[in-house]
Structure formats: structure tokens, C-alpha cells
């Protein structure tokens, strides 16, 4: 079967193909377009906030400032993805306007959402098909393509897209191993230390694929053991290397933001939010998560073959690992004020279970015949496709239909604008030099030239490793909000002396307006806080 499915592959791609790719390339651009604004007659290209960070990152270290966010004081490691970072580097090393920078960005998430589609429409040919004349891979290439969450956090700027090409790969290079006895622990693991340059949590998808291989047998033969090893060689070197440039550059063990998120935060208040985050993703998702649990149980119960059962078993087993892990974390910090259906943390393993679809989609073609095998995968990628991306049986099915059409500029871009606008006004007020303090770690930091303070504590060791400021407990567990509950506004007056503070953290009741009027700031409608500076003569 999979000797069969693979030489059928080598064959130029089909029509239909390349018009689901240019169909994805358009609705893209548009998406792209549309994640744009205006302002002051310019067009602005501009990424999530968090991408931003890193693109400050980028651009502080080609402007002569190092890997420092603040562009003052010892360099903090604020950002959680450093290959992503990379890339961003040689961006923002060209001869373009800030303004257009971001841009390159969002293109480059372009080519890597379409590699893709390729490699899951790969994957699912050569082992998650069968023999027969319908060997059906549209509807696990048509739900990555149009899976908006994954689609918007990658064109936002994220690394989603890479970790979900890497993460596919993977499933590929494991099967093949498995079930080819491929040569391919090299490659495999050469992928794994990508994956965790990409991201440090990623090491659990790592893990995941190394102990599927070895317990499958792929390394029963001495010369699988001997590539294994040299894999793993290369994987030991760039993770150690890595830990090795972290200590030296920023004098730590572990990124900033593990301490911001995990350290001294309860873990049951941690286990609390983070189910209640994982439901407020899926909530959209759970007939089609229902339905494919359903299948796949069913398949490993009674399969047609033996090794269809062992197949289903790695993208399921990476689905549930990386759903325990997003609920260890406590989830992300936008799962409920944005309406995206899959926070960050799982986004990028939703593929598998589009590929888990298809292969049962598979399984009840070869028993129906060829029309009305047809007629059942057509009809069950509509209804997946419109689960998947919330479109019926929702909470907000008009939204969803509305961000999938992109009739509207994307979450948040119209909140981007609203703080290029106070980051402008500030600069009219303040001049293009001074301190700056902001809850807001990405644009302010990017598009201007001031040395900035972090108040969330992202790119600051202090806040980092305090307490919550906000008493969290079980109770309560609902105030958690990841990477939102620490600041020190007393260490910030006495230590840093901003001359503004633009979007400040507020928990209410005026209790950041009378602390910092008593330190001698003004409130201006525009936003944000400033004082008088003094000047010589």
C-alpha cells in the first residue's frame, strides 16, 4: 500500500492542486492587505504584538543595539521562538521602511502555509489512503489551507505555520522510518533540533515522534541505530549550543518568559484556567473532535489492516500532549478576549487531526464505491470545514463567517491603529527621544526610537520573577491571564524614571492614576501618561 501510494505521488500534483493553492494564495494576499491600516496617508504593515517584540529584537540588533529589546542595560531574553527571531534578522537588515518590514514577514508565512498543504497532501497519500482508485486527500489539504486560527496566527507574524510544517514533516519522516525502513533518523532529527531552536516546548513533539520510532522498531537495524545516533549528535549540539549562547549573551537558563508565565503561579490555578482555556478553544471545535476521537477509536479497535491502527496512533498521541501541555501552561493570553477558536499552543497540531479525518474519510470510501464514496468525502469536508472554523453550531457563527470572508480588518489590526495613533501623539508631545514604559511590548518598541521599560515584565528580570501581582487563587483562577499578572509600578517610578507610560496595566478604581499623578505625570486623552522633562537652561 504505501510502496504503491508513494510512486503514485512522484507524479506531477493534480489540477485540483494548484487551484487549491492559488485559491489560498488570493484569500492570503487579501487577509494580508486587510491586517494593514492607514495612517497619515502611509500604509503600515503590522504584525501581532507579540511577533513585534521579536521584529524589535531584529531590528535593535542591526541597528547596533544587540539582542536588546530596551535598547539599554543588559539584554533580556523576551522572546520564546529565537529561529524565529532569526529570520526576522535578515528582514530587517534591507534597505525598506519600518513600515514595510512586517510585510516580508506575512509573505514568508505565505510560502511556508503552502509548503504546507503540499506536505500534508503528501503525508495523507502515502499513509493515510489506500489502494484503490479514490485515494481522497482534498479534505485534510482543504481544511489546513482555509483553517482560519492557523491561517491568522501565521499571517499575523507567528511562528504557527513553521511549527506546523515542522511538526508534519515529522509525522512523514516517522511513518517512513516506521513502515518504509527508511534511513531517515538524520533528517528526523535534524527537524527536531529546528523545532526546538523554533520553540523549547516544542522538544515535547520531538519526544513524542523519537518514542513512536523507537518503540515501532525504526531502529532495529545497525544502520537506523548508526544515522540515530548522528541525528542525535546534531540535535545535542544546537540545543547545547544554544544554552550555551543564552547563558553567555543573557546570563540565564531559561527564556525570561518561563518565569514570567510559570514562576511562583500556582499550578493549580495553572490546571484551572488552563481547561477552561482549552474548552473555550475547542468549544467550536467539538463536534468535529468528537466525531474523529469517535472514528479513531473505532479504526484501533477494528482496523482493516494492522498498520492503519499504528498510523492513527502518532497524530493522535501529538493532538493529546500537546492539548496536556496548553493546559499545564494555563493556556494562552487570548483564547477569550479574541474570538480565534485555537490559542497558539495547539494551533499548529490541529493538521493531524484533519489528516485523522481524512484517513477515515479514506477507510468509508473504499466500502461505499466510487460515487457515493465521493458524495460522503465531499459532503463531510463542507461539514468539517465549517465546524473547524466555526461557521454553524458556534457561539458566534456571524463573526466567524465574517473573519473567514475577511469582510473586516483582522482581530485586532483596528486596535494597532488606535495605538500607532497614541504612539504618534506622544512622540508630537515627548520628541523621538526618552524613556518610554508600556503594557504594549511590540509596536511602540518597534516603530520608535525610545529606550524602552517593559511593564509586564516580558523583557525585565524583576517583574518577571515576582509573585502575581493580582492574588490568584483557585477561586479566583479566572483573573490569570498569562504573562498579564505582574508589574511593579513602585520598582518602575524609582528605578527607570520614564518620561511617559503609554498603555499602562490598570486594574481599576483609579489606582494607577492617583500613584502616578502623585509622582508628578499628567494624563493626556490620547492615552497615556508623561511629566515634564527638565532641560538645560
Not at 540545543?239 to 503561579?265: I, M
Not at 473586516?408 to 506622544?426: G, I, M, T
Amino acid at each position: 500500500m504505501a510502496e504503491s501510494a508513494a510512486d503514485r505521488e512522484d507524479h506531477p500534483p493534480p489540477t485540483g492542486l494548484w487551484l487549491l493553492l492559488a485559491s489560498m494564495v488570493a484569500w492570503s494576499g487579501w487577509f494580508i492587505y486587510r491586517s494593514s491600516f492607514v495612517l497619515a496617508g502611509k500604509r503600515i504593515f503590522c504584525l501581532f504584538e507579540d511577533a513585534m517584540i521579536s521584529m524589535t529584537y531584529a531590528r535593535n540588533l542591526i541597528e547596533g543595539h544587540g539582542l536588546n529589546w530596551a535598547r539599554a542595560g543588559e539584554p533580556v531574553e523576551g522572546f520564546t521562538h529565537p529561529l524565529w527571531t532569526a529570520l526576522m534578522v535578515p528582514v530587517n537588515a534591507l534597505p525598506l521602511e519600518l513600515r514595510y518590514r512586517s510585510l516580508l514577514v506575512q509573505l514568508l508565512s505565505l510560502v511556508i502555509l503552502v509548503l504546507h498543504v503540499v506536505l500534508v497532501r503528501r503525508l495523507v497519500l502515502r499513509f493515510f489512503s489506500n489502494d484503490q482508485t479514490s485515494r481522497p486527500w482534498l479534505p485534510a489539504a482543504l481544511l489546513t489551507a482555509f483553517y482560519y486560527p492557523l491561517c491568522y496566527w501565521s499571517l499575523m507574524g507567528m511562528e504557527s505555520g513553521l511549527q506546523a510544517l515542522l511538526t508534519t514533516a515529522s509525522v512523514l519522516l516517522a511513518l517512513e522510518i516506521v513502515f518504509h525502513g527508511a534511513d531517515r533518523h538524520r533528517e528526523l532529527l535534524a527537524l527536531g533540533a529546528a523545532a526546538y531552536l523554533l520553540r523549547m516546548d516544542m522538544l515535547l513533539m520531538v519526544s513524542v515522534v523519537q518514542v513512536y520510532v523507537i518503540w515501532n522498531g525504526g531502529l532495529r537495524q545497525p544502520r537506523q541505530r548508526a544515522r540515530w545516533l548522528q541525528g542525535a549528535a546534531v540535535f545535542a549540539v544546537a540545543a547545547a549550543g544554544y544554552s550555551a549562547f543564552r547563558w553567555w549573551y543573557f546570563r540565564d537558563v531559561l527564556p525570561n518568559t518561563y518565569y514570567l508565565k510559570l514562576y511562583q503561579v500556582s499550578f493549580e490555578v495553572r490546571l484551572l484556567r488552563g481547561t477552561r482555556a482549552l474548552w473555550e478553544s475547542f468549544s467550536d471545535h467539538l463536534l468535529l473532535l468528537a466525531f474523529v476521537a469517535a472514528g479513531v477509536a473505532i479504526l484501533v479497535r477494528y482496523p482493516p489492516d494492522r498498520e492503519l491502527r499504528r498510523r492513527l496512533l502518532l497524530p493522535a498521541a501529538l493532538f493529546l500532549v500537546i492539548c496536556a501541555y496548553s493546559v499545564y501552561v494555563g493556556g494562552d493570553a487570548w483564547e477569550m478576549p479574541l474570538n480565534v477558536r485555537a490559542n497558539r499552543f495547539v494551533v499548529y497540531v490541529m493538521p493531524q487531526v484533519f489528516i485523522l479525518l481524512n484517513a477515515l474519510i479514506a477507510v468509508v470510501m473504499g466500502r461505499m464505491g466510487s460515487r457515493g464514496g465521493r458524495r460522503f468525502a465531499a459532503g463531510m469536508t463542507v461539514l468539517a470545514l465549517g465546524t473547524a472554523d466555526g461557521l454553524w453550531l458556534a457561539a458566534r457563527p456571524v463573526d466567524n463567517w465574517l473573519d473567514l470572508a475577511v469582510a473586516r480588518p483582522p482581530l485586532l489590526v483596528d486596535s494597532y491603529a488606535d495605538l500607532f495613533r497614541e504612539l504618534r501623539k506622544l512622540e508630537a508631545l515627548l520628541g523621538p527621544t526618552g524613556v518610554v514604559a508600556t503594557a504594549c511590548a511590540g509596536i511602540p518598541a518597534y516603530f520608535s526610537d525610545y529606550q524602552m521599560v517593559d511593564l509586564l515584565g516580558y523583557n525585565d528580570r524583576h517583574v518577571a520573577r515576582l509573585p502575581p501581582t493580582l492574588p490568584l487563587e483557585p477561586e479566583n483562577y479566572e483573573r490569570f491571564t498569562p504573562g498579564h499578572v505582574k508589574w511593579d509600578y513602585t520598582y518602575l517610578l524609582a528605578h527607570d524614571h520614564p518620561d511617559a507610560i503609554l498603555r499602562p496595566v490598570d486594574v481599576g478604581h483609579g489606582q494607577i492614576w492617583r500613584l502616578l499623578r502623585a509622582a508628578g505625570y499628567h494624563y493626556d486623552d490620547a492615552g497615556f501618561y508623561w511629566r515634564e522633562r527638565w532641560r538645560p537652561g
